[in-house]
């Protein structure tokens, strides 16, 4: 388990409709690849099932909390890993990493059975 600040991102997930919490983690020696990973992410005692996304080298950490949209900025968040999904996919395209991004989110939501 970790935890960090949420703070601003880039916005790409959002614009393809799957908001993302950016960490900026409390512990940088996190030891997880990177990846799609479905886990629990926890606010204020209240948990959600969340995709985690890893990516550049553990250095850049991202939370989607399934079928929420909750303005998160400055929250402490904690997240628990439960399984490794998928490997990060490198596209080409914005329209690439559309349908990434979408086939990553569905395989975590079948994980969780929804």
Do not use: W
Not at 61 to 68: A, G, N, R, S, W
């Amino acid at each position: 388990m970790f935890y960090g600040t949420v703070v601003h991102g880039d916005g790409v997930a959002k614009m393809f409709g799957f908001p993302t919490a950016n960490l900026a983690l409390s512990d940088k020696d996190m030891n997880m690849s990177d990846g799609v990973y479905a886990a629990i992410s926890t606010l204020d005692g209240t948990s959600f099932d969340s995709a985690l996304i890893i990516s550049r080298g553990g250095t850049k950490v991202e939370i989607h909390l399934l079928d929420k949209n909750i303005d998160l900025y400055g929250e402490i968040m904690s997240v628990e890993s439960l399984a490794f999904i998928s490997p990060i996919v490198r596209c080409d395209t914005s329209k690439q990493l559309q349908s990434a991004v979408l086939f990553a989110i569905e395989k975590v939501r079948s994980f969780f059975c929804m």
